[in-house]
């Protein structure tokens, strides 16, 4: 009985706060390392000359992560992120379509973004 008891509380906090069941990363300066697979994605933008085609890269995760809020105004938390936009540096084609681990720092998207949360690429390396 105790035991269906415990079981039960658990299940009920589990319920109540779901972002304990993700691995929280912290937004800018801290860096991070998120393993996953990048892809090319193919989308639009509506900007001052209309809407216009753009390709972005996107880090797809294995399980689901939450970040939790940070310093600036626009450091949200967010809490279950699947993937995450890639804000590459000038000339860098990142690997694609294979497990990587890729190091950099996140920032919340203030619409400039595909996705609410992007990661700065400072590199990546092959994933076990």
């Given amino acids: 009985m105790l035991f269906k008891t415990l079981l039960l509380a658990g299940l009920a ?4 706060f779901p972002a304990l069941a993700h691995d929280c990363q912290p937004y800018q ?22 809407v216009t085609r753009e390709d ?7 399980q689901m992560i939450c970040v939790a809020g ?22 860098v084609k990142p690997p694609l379509g294979r497990r990587v681990a890729v190091t950099g720092t996140l920032f919340h998207s203030v619409g400039d973004g595909h996705t609410d949360v992007l990661l700065t690429y400072d590199s990546a390396k092959p994933a076990p």
Avoid: F, M
Wanted: aromatic share 4%; charged share 20%; proline share 11%.
């Fill in 70 to 91: 940070g310093s600036a105004e626009t450091d949200e938390d967010v809490e279950s992120i699947a993937a995450l936009q890639l804000k590459l540096p000038p000339g």
């Fill in 56 to 62: 972005y890269y996107v880090l797809t995760l294995p």
């Fill in 13 to 16: 906090v589990g319920g109540t």
């Fill in 29 to 50: 300066p801290e860096p991070v390392t998120l393993t996953g697979e990048i892809t090319l994605q193919h989308g639009t933008r509506n900007g001052p000359k209309g």
